[in-house]
Nanobody, 123 residues
Framework: QVQLVESGGGLVQAGGSLRLSCAAS????????MGWFRQAPGKEREFVGA????????YYADSVKGRFTISRDNAKNTVYLQMNSLKPEDTAVYFC????????????????WGKGTLVTVSS
């Protein structure tokens, strides 16, 4: 069973930065795609970013391009989300997810999910 544990959420002022981490444990796929999603209050969960196993391919939602950076350290089984220039509309619970896939595409099935970490951006 795969476990994903997110950390790094918190309260930050608009314009500030946060770095989220997601540690994976358990028996996972050999080259998993990892991604970040978020769900704001009263809204559906949405894609934020994803990264291939090699790290050479990254994918971002238009709303975070140029502000967020996703990276991974396979030796530590950890994926990161560096969030800069945060806006109040970035307030959400951020979820880490893992898929048995080499590339990201819209509608991809993520096989495992973390429980999420709350990010609150004050204006």
């Amino acid at each position: 069973q795969v476990q994903l544990v997110e950390s790094g959420g918190g309260l930050v002022q608009a314009g500030g930065s946060l770095r989220l981490s997601c540690a994976a444990s358990g028996r996972t796929f050999s080259t998993p795609l990892m991604g970040w999603f978020r769900q704001a209050p009263g809204k559906e969960r949405e894609f934020v970013g994803a990264i291939s196993w090699s790290g050479r391919s990254t994918y971002y939602a238009d709303s975070v391009k140029g502000r967020f950076t996703i990276s991974r350290d396979n030796a530590k089984n950890t994926v990161y989300l560096q969030m800069n220039s945060l806006k109040p509309e970035d307030t959400a619970v951020y979820f880490c997810a893992l898929a048995n896939a080499n590339i990201y595409y819209s509608g991809i099935k993520m096989n495992y999910w973390g429980k999420g970490t709350l990010v609150t951006v004050s204006s």
